[in-house]
């Protein structure tokens, strides 16, 4: 019993110094998804009215442009899929991991021959297990990407999309992003960047149906579309990186937040069992007296007669 009673305090022991751990884990990750989630709501409103500025610009101009014009027949389209560099975060970079397999399966089921352009050491180590060929990848910043990061990640998209399929270009751009909803609700999606479908643009950017001005362009609507195109798609993927990133230190609190009630319910368990344990052993050493002092008796009694 002594030694079952040694091996109950230790695991005890284990599950608190546990439970300490993914306690201030949580605290770590509730305090940074709150400056990720300002983030988010700050840097929203400029990717949607650069949005709306494109769309007013490709509905006002008859200018064929790779932001605004899709290839008759497209062969390529390059897929760019957001995870973390660390774990611990639930089925946060597996939703990911796998809507950026299903728009993969999606378009290469459409004749297109996909290049896949990964961030996050996730999905690095995802593809590379299964010796899939990724075009380019990123590591090191998810936890709080800045705007230089955006404009590292969309350069060599960029150049991909304004390239002829030919010399290995790409004729459509694609994101797969977690969108942050709430504290509670993260959600994996994927949208097509590049060229943009206007009609979905609007509807995204709540202007559908709105009459848009018109304009004059100088020195023409397809250098104005030269000059969005970069802004364009470094504001978009600053804003799916910030979203990933609230959204991963979200899925981190509440995963930690469950481990560490799981631990604490853990410790109840493991404390009622020592209890019981120490219990049969005082109740084992009080038989043992009795029964000793019984036996004494009884000894005592057959020596007196």
Do not use: C
């Amino acid at each position: 019993m002594g030694a079952q009673l040694r091996v109950y305090k230790r695991r005890i022991r284990s599950v608190s110094a546990t439970k300490k751990i993914t306690k201030a884990m949580e605290m770590i990750a509730a305090s940074r998804v709150v400056k990720a989630q300002r983030k988010v709501a700050a840097s929203t409103p400029y990717a949607t009215e650069l949005t709306r500025a494109v769309t007013a610009v490709g509905t006002g101009s008859n200018t064929r442009h790779p932001l605004t014009t899709e290839a008759e027949n497209p062969t390529r389209a390059a897929v760019l899929l957001l995870t973390s560099d660390r774990g611990l975060a639930g089925a946060f970079n597996s939703n990911a991991i796998k809507a950026a397999e299903q728009l993969t399966e999606r378009l290469e089921r459409e004749g297109k021959q996909v290049d896949a352009y990964i961030v996050g050491r996730r999905g690095v180590a995802h593809y590379n297990f299964r010796e899939r060929k990724v075009a380019e990848s990123w590591t090191g910043f998810t936890d709080e990407p800045t705007y230089a990061d955006a404009k590292t990640v969309a350069a060599p998209l960029i150049e991909a999309i304004e390239k002829d399929t030919a010399a290995g270009g790409v004729d459509e751009l694609h994101i797969v992003y977690t969108e942050f909803v709430s504290m509670m609700t993260q959600s994996a999606l994927d949208a097509r960047l590049l060229p943009l479908r206007l009609d979905e643009v609007a509807e995204e950017t709540g202007s559908e149906g709105e009459i848009l001005p018109l304009y004059d362009f100088e020195p023409s609507a397809e250098d104005v579309l030269d000059a969005l195109l970069p802004r364009y798609v470094e504001s978009r993927i600053y804003n799916a990186l910030l979203q990933s990133a609230a959204s991963k230190h979200a899925a981190t609190r509440r995963a930690m937040k469950s481990a560490t009630d799981n631990a604490g319910e853990l410790i109840n368990t493991l404390s009622r069992l020592a209890n019981a344990a120490r219990q049969a052993e005082i109740t084992q050493e009080i038989s043992e007296i009795v029964g000793g002092a019984s036996a004494l008796a009884d000894a005592t009694a057959g020596s007196d007669r």
